[in-house]
């Protein structure tokens, strides 16, 4: 299973900054191995970011996102103590949830 | 540190009795370092190994005095570097600049990742020195090449000081932290001319 | 300084529309290779690494299906806190001199029965290829982040492997005649366009050693020292340094005495 | 069938998104779902991807900010941030001029969001980068 992200969600203001790491491969399909074989591609396609069940921010990626991919955003109407849930799925249909509970002031 | 070393050789040489206590300790310790360095590579390619475990007179002269030998040591070494030199014929200093850039971008060869295939190594010039323009991604280590001909001249005198400074930075500097390119067989005759170009032919991007 | 066989099938990319004119080339890349390291420092990688890292020490592992908690770092079974900074050092049990990796195998060993050959074959992550001792080292070096380095380095047998860490710090061998001091022997210097350390000067030493593990955006993992090590004698032409030989050690606590009272960083970030 | 075009007529993502927030499936269900513009991942011209993004007609704006360094030290990670001053923008996607395939990224940004977006690309080589914006019902573009 694919490793937990990491997620920071703090309060900037009236709005919610939020940075998150994800821990992904992001093969080009491109890349050949030691063998001089093509790795298949392996990248993240969709990402879906929520609050109080909303969707903040929805992403198709190609594969040109850099490897262990890094998002940073602002939404309004999150408060401290509530959570941001972000949902990422690859080509492969392998999935991660993760959530962070929005914190104060950054 | 570097003044201390060179007094004791001196006072050692002045003294017929043998080696003093302090003489002894670091002769210890150099064993026992090259001891422990001989453990400590023990998975790796044994041609590569071999390479590195015995040091030459230049390497562990150089190693002894941490870079700064004494004067008559720096003498002696660069006098021996300097008669290692196979020069060209005369009036075939210049190769062809085109090929002494690649040569000079190339890192290749002799790493242990570099398989051993016909391919020539690199002389990975630029990881140590500015030399033409275009490439703003050049080391510092060694002095700036760039305009190199235009500064020094491009005559014959200086074709050659520059194809021997390539094959042996050690005969004109001792313990020069550049690589002797010609004299432990990294770049062959041809590979240094093409390098020789690069600095001098007027036409290089470096002169103009 | 990279490392082709890791490097993805990308190459540096300079932006075209704005290649510094050749007057200023040298400051003026030094300040935008600077401004890109800020822009990366907004996220650094190496968190994914540092928690992949702190679950395997805690999750039950190994034929003996033991976690890593009760690991004696140097100061006491089960206290990681600060123990990074305190490293390299002797340790009484194994009677030998130990940095943070090093001491790492010798819990995985003694705590999980692993068996050493096992873990230390491919220490190296390679792509599709983990390595559950970046993410470890990660986590311990993370847990001392801020603390200054304190190694005490006063055992006998610290000094004696300080005195082998000079001496192979200083030893020049191979086809290209390198030792580490040529490239680290001078303040201010660059290969391509990565700053060189110097050593033996304090001020550099206490912000570099303290910056290792790191997450490096050219190979796009967490490197450690032990990596560190091996990268810069794959440069100079020397064979595969043994994981966690007693010559890596030697040269960590060589650098280490130069670096103490530097400011831990660790897991750093870098090219 | 294009996902943009899901999205012009109003079906699509818009409704799965009331099912969520009437609880009847979770994000992670809704996601599945979801599509991803694979004719448009395919492109490799800015032109072409603008095509498939149905942009065509995309102006030059002023009013997009792309901020990335002029030198990357490793092209396998360029940081890119992308700032729309262009009110009700409701899509930023991020284009690689030089890479094998054009479109890199594409972000809806729902009301309240900020229409800013931070991320990593790879670059093949040295490229211009642009940004195209859909802002009420129209595109438009920055280099």
Known sequence: MADPMRIRANMLGDKVEVRVLMAHEMETGQRKDASGAIVPAHFIQNVTVTHAGKTVLSAQWGTSISKNPFMHFRFKGGKPGEKVTITWVDNKGERRTDEAVIGGGS | ?208 | MSFPRLLPAVLVGVLAASVPCVCQAQDDTQKEVERYRQLLAEGNPADLFEAKGEELWKTPRGPRKASLEQCDLGLGAGVVKGAFARLPRYSADTDRVQDLESRIVTCMVTLQGFKQEDITKNPFSAPGRPSDLEALASYVAGESKGMKLAAPLDHPKEMEAFRIGERLFYRRAGPHDFACVSCHGENGKRIRLQELPKLTDPNDARKIFTSWPAYRVSQGTVRTMQHRLYDCYWQMRHPQMDYTSEASIALQVFMAKYAKGGEIRAPGLKR | MNRREALKVGGGAGALALATIAGLIRPGEALAQQQWNKAAFETKSVAATLKALGGSGSTESAQIQITAPDIAENGAVVPITIESAIPSTEAIAILIEKNPNTLSADFDIPPGTDPFITTRVKMAETSNIYAVVKAGGKYYHAA
């Open chain 2, 1 to 208: 540190m570097k003044r201390l070393a060179s007094l004791t050789l001196l006072a050692l040489a002045a003294c017929a009795s043998g080696p003093s206590d302090d003489e002894m300790r670091d002769d210890e310790m150099r064993q026992r370092a090259e001891q422990v360095f001989r453990e400590s590579f023990t998975r790796g390619n044994p041609v590569i190994r071999a390479r590195v475990e015995q040091q030459d007179d230049v390497q562990a002269l150089c190693t002894r005095y941490r870079n700064d030998p004494p004067k008559d040591v720096a003498a002696k070494i660069e006098s021996e570097q300097a008669a290692s030199i196979r020069y060209p014929a005369p009036g075939h200093f210049l190769g062809d600049w085109r090929r002494g850039e690649k040569i000079a971008q190339d890192g290749y060869g002799m790493r242990f990742t570099d398989p051993d295939t016909k391919r020539p190594n690199g002389g990975g010039c630029y990881n140590c020195h500015r030399i033409a323009p275009a490439e703003i991604s050049y080391g510092t280590v060694g002095p700036s090449l760039y305009r190199f001909g235009a500064l020094r001249g491009t005559g014959e005198a200086v074709q050659r000081y520059v194809f021997g400074k390539i094959y042996n930075s050690q005969a004109t500097t001792a313990c020069s932290n550049m690589p002797r390119f010609g004299h432990n067989g990294v770049l062959t005759e041809e590979q240094i001319k093409d390098l020789v170009a690069l600095l001098l032919d007027p036409a290089s991007p470096v002169n103009q």
